[in-house]
């Protein structure tokens, strides 16, 4: 008969789903965020000026910065699909492997490097 796990145990399950789903889609959204032009804000600090989403280089304010859109478009994705993720059903749990937290970031290295072989020439 197995037995049921205790609370501790089921906590540290959901947090340990939740930090690895949380460093796989963090990371696989900050790069389609970057492939694909999808920060949730621009920035440009030359004006001090935010808007929506991604938006092209303009004359009067400089050139703008989508890093912190891609942190928090990135945030806000893993987030989600963490606190999902946390509420399966602990045989779910159990097959998602941790090493997963550390495999897909490191995987996803050249492909953010490649995306920046406009900076390059």
Do not use: N
């Not at 990371?27 to 991604?54: C, E, M, N, Q, R």
Request: aromatic fraction near 16%.
């Amino acid at each position: 008969m197995e037995m049921k796990p205790s609370l501790k145990d089921l906590a540290m399950m959901k947090y340990q789903t939740f930090a690895t789903v949380f460093s796989v889609s963090f990371s696989v959204t900050y790069v389609l965020a970057d492939i694909y032009k999808a920060p949730i804000f621009s920035y440009y600090p030359a004006t001090h000026k935010v808007t929506l989403g991604w938006t092209p280089l303009t004359m009067d304010d400089g050139p703008a910065m989508y890093w912190y859109g891609w942190l928090l478009t990135s945030l806000l994705s893993a987030l989600a699909c963490s606190f999902l993720a946390s509420t399966l059903p602990l045989s779910v749990m159990k097959r998602i492997p941790s090493a997963l937290s550390w495999i897909v970031p490191v995987a996803l290295i050249p492909v953010l490097l490649y995306s920046l072989k406009f900076y390059w020439r």
